[in-house]
């Protein structure tokens, strides 16, 4: 992205999987649009691919992806490669929902800048993405 | 002539007043978690819609006696003086095989029924080998694709004995298919062998279809197709399955989507009433099918809160059903419940704290007088209970049982003018939310413009406030956060249990007569496309010929559609 100190970062926060936990995905939608950014919500119950798409689309500078289903270790690293098969190489990744520990390390390997767990702040995932995307710039 | 203050000595209560006023409250937020006010103090003017005896020793019509209209304190004349209830944990994970083990191990620890919690793919209607399924099957639930998995999940279990709760919604007609043709063949299926007939099979099935367009989010076509297939299976279930509860009128997922105790009452209560609406619209008799309506409710960590919720709830039901629908038989009138701890309310921080939370809420809804309960286990935030933590959330339910004397007399807080005023305060704000409702054009009308699901984001999203500005304490995110509990030991799935059950359903699809299965879909298909016709029937035999859940959904879906919400937040 370029000029980004200007322009409102855009980011997905997107439903990988086919858990309807939302409660999160939504609370944390409207903190980071009330904290300024440009939010699109993708809804539930999207692929990868949907995801990835969107993305693109969207012109995104984050990408925040909420999982409860369990399913993390398998959706989670196939959206980081199909971005990074797109060419996308400078969308920030963040992860959250119910994701053990032990899945952290997993993760961020896969290329997942962090992962947010149950009972963090809104304000902390909105100082790092406005940090993440400024360095990513 | 307004008295004389100066004549007359000031009543113990004022005297009281002035005493409190001397004294400054602590700097927090005296409300419920849903946000209703709390008095310092409640007495018996507080409830000004009944007297706190009544004239002549009279009973307060309102409150009433146990097993009586309107059932504010419980639903049994002895309650658990008679009958304790139900503990029953929900499991589920992996195929079939091992869900039947975890099945028989929690029946071997004393629990008395058993509840299937079913796999996200199960639950949308995609076949486990579907690409839409992939990383999922059997993680949060276990993997049903055909009859052949409902016949091995209940291997070894009566189920003309035991009791089933199956939490399955958008695709309910089809696994009470499923499980209705395995429990036929329980006896071999032969004709020496009958097995287990519908008349003897004694359960429930969630099928609280609304809900999941408003909080649960698991849904197979759009919600006019997807009433008109709960109908039928009410119908159904109210002919042939006299011992089987037809809708498990759910608040659970409504609750944990962020709603307060006030919406969860409001929007479960409305939902069952349309349930009622509609089914007298098809023509069934109310004392019919109304007696075998069941509910079920999240019992949250805001104590009082939660009894009130449950009162409220059997007073508010057993007025619709006899004044607004006109049923004459009492269990028509009685609501009765099934609990759940809120899964919500347990923190990843300092897991084993879940413990005293999930007692708390597990003593809340006993002495709300509900039938059956199901503990949380403490490591819940974190993964899939191991066996360990799901061990002590049974225990729990034994210790309120057996040790702590609450099940001596019933509903013991009846009569506190704090539950009543509190009780009387949801009832009054729940009928506020139905008005609302009904301005709308009534609950499905309203479903389909979010009101509901906005009305629950706005809450979601006001407890995350109170809690970031710490006008809400939760122990172990927000303060009192040093010192974690350290390792706890998580269940782990194991990822070749997702190719199990894919190489399981291709043997089934092998082994099937093919013709068959495309015969019993054809006529699926052309029932469906018959508004009045009962798409049970066709179901069954679909099920008897081994077809998958996921080409079911499918062939509905061709004549329904399918469904796409557009999310409020």
């Given at each position: 992205?370029?000029?980004?100190?200007?322009?409102?970062?855009?980011?997905?926060?997107?439903?990988?999987?086919?858990?309807?936990?939302?409660?999160?995905?939504?609370?944390?939608?409207?903190?980071?649009?009330?904290?300024?950014?440009?939010?699109?919500?993708?809804?539930?119950?999207?692929?990868?691919?949907?995801?990835?798409?969107?993305?693109?689309?969207?012109?995104a500078d984050a990408v925040g992806l909420s999982i409860l289903s369990g399913a993390h270790l398998t959706l989670v690293p196939r959206i980081v490669e199909l971005l990074r098969e797109q060419g996308v190489d400078d969308v920030l990744v963040t992860a959250g929902g119910t994701i053990p520990a032990e899945d952290v390390p997993v993760l961020k390997e896969a290329g997942v800048a962090e992962v947010f767990g149950p009972g963090t702040p809104t304000q902390a995932i909105i100082d790092f993405i406005t940090e993440g995307v400024r360095t990513l710039d | 002539m307004p008295p004389e203050p100066t004549t007359t000595a000031p009543s113990s209560y004022d005297q009281w007043r002035a005493a409190y006023g001397l004294n400054a409250e602590r700097d927090v937020e005296f409300t419920t978690l849903g946000g209703i006010p709390i008095e310092p103090l409640y007495t018996e003017k507080d409830r000004p819609t009944g007297t706190a005896e009544g004239a002549g020793g009279e009973i307060d019509p309102s409150i009433g006696v146990p097993g009586q209209y309107p059932f504010t304190r419980g639903v049994y004349p002895s309650m658990y003086r008679g009958r304790l209830w139900t503990m029953r944990q929900f499991a589920g994970f992996g195929t079939a095989e091992e869900t039947n083990e975890r099945f028989r191990y929690l029946l071997d620890h004393g629990q008395t029924g058993l509840s299937t919690a079913f796999d996200m793919p199960s639950l949308m209607g995609h076949d486990s080998d579907s690409a839409l399924s992939l990383g999922e099957v059997g993680r949060e639930g276990v993997a049903i694709d055909t009859v052949d998995d409902m016949q091995t999940l209940f291997q070894g279990i009566d189920l003309g004995k035991v009791s089933v709760s199956m939490t399955i919604n958008a695709p309910a007609a089809v696994m009470l298919a499923f499980f209705a043709v395995a429990a036929e063949r329980q006896g071999g299926g032969d004709q020496d062998n009958p097995g287990v007939p519908l008349d003897r099979l004694n359960g429930t099935i969630q099928a609280d279809i609304l809900k999941e367009y408003i909080a649960q989010k698991e849904w197979c076509f759009p919600v006019d197709p997807a009433m008109r297939v709960l109908g039928d299976m009410i119908e159904w279930s109210t002919r042939n399955m006299p011992r089987w509860n037809s809708v498990s009128i759910s608040g659970y997922h409504i609750r944990e989507a962020g709603a307060t105790a006030v919406q969860e009452l409001a929007f479960t209560l409305k939902d069952g009433l349309t349930y009622v609406e509609q089914a007298i619209e098809r023509g069934l008799d109310v004392d019919d099918f109304a007696p075998r309506l069941s509910f079920f409710f999240n019992s949250q960590i805001d104590f009082f809160e939660e009894i009130a919720k449950y009162r409220a709830a059997r007073r508010i039901w057993a007025r619709e059903l006899k004044e607004t629908f006109g049923a004459k038989n009492p269990k028509s009138w009685l609501m009765r419940t099934h609990t759940q701890t809120a899964g919500v309310s347990l923190t990843a921080q300092q897991p084993l704290n879940n413990v005293a939370r999930t007692a708390i809420e597990a003593l809340a809804g006993v002495l709300g007088g509900t039938q059956s309960l199901h503990t949380n286990s403490y490591d819940e935030a974190l993964a899939l209970p191991s066996e360990e933590a799901v061990r002590i959330a049974l225990r729990t339910q034994q210790i309120i049982a057996h040790e702590t004397g609450v099940t001596n007399t019933i509903d013991p807080l009846?009569?506190?003018?704090?539950?009543?005023?509190?009780?009387?305060?949801?009832?009054?704000?729940?009928?506020?939310?139905?008005?609302?409702?009904?301005?709308?054009?009534?609950?499905?009308?309203?479903?389909?413009?979010?009101?509901?699901?906005?009305?629950?984001?706005?809450?979601?999203?006001?407890?995350?406030?109170?809690?970031?500005?710490?006008?809400?304490?939760?122990?172990?995110?927000n303060r009192y956060t040093e010192g974690d509990d350290g390792e706890h030991p998580l269940l782990k799935v194991d990822p070749a249990l997702e190719r199990k059950q894919v190489d399981r359903l291709q043997g089934v699809r092998a082994a099937r007569d093919g013709?068959?299965?495309?015969?019993?879909?054809?006529?699926?298909?052309?029932?469906?496309?018959?508004?009045?016709?009962?798409?049970?029937d066709p179901l069954m035999d679909c099920a008897r010929a081994h077809v998958t859940e996921g080409e079911i959904i499918h062939a509905l879906q061709d004549v329904f559609g399918s469904y796409t919400e557009t999310p409020v937040f």
């Open positions: 992205m370029s000029a980004a100190t200007q322009t409102k970062i855009r980011v997905v926060v997107a439903k990988p999987g086919l858990d309807g936990h939302d409660r999160g995905a939504k609370i944390i939608a409207r903190a980071l649009r009330d904290a300024g950014m440009e939010v699109i919500y993708t809804g539930l119950h999207q692929t990868p691919e949907q995801i990835v798409e969107t993305v693109i689309q969207e012109d | 009846g009569g506190s003018w704090f539950v009543e005023a509190l009780t009387d305060e949801m009832e009054r704000q729940a009928y506020e939310y139905f008005r609302k409702i009904d301005e709308l054009g009534g609950m499905v009308e309203a479903v389909k413009l979010s009101y509901p699901q906005r009305e629950i984001a706005e809450a979601a999203f006001e407890l995350q406030t109170a809690i970031e500005d710490e006008r809400r304490i939760v122990v172990g995110v013709a068959a299965v495309e015969a019993t879909l054809v006529a699926l298909k052309e029932q469906a496309e018959k508004p009045d016709a009962n798409l049970m």
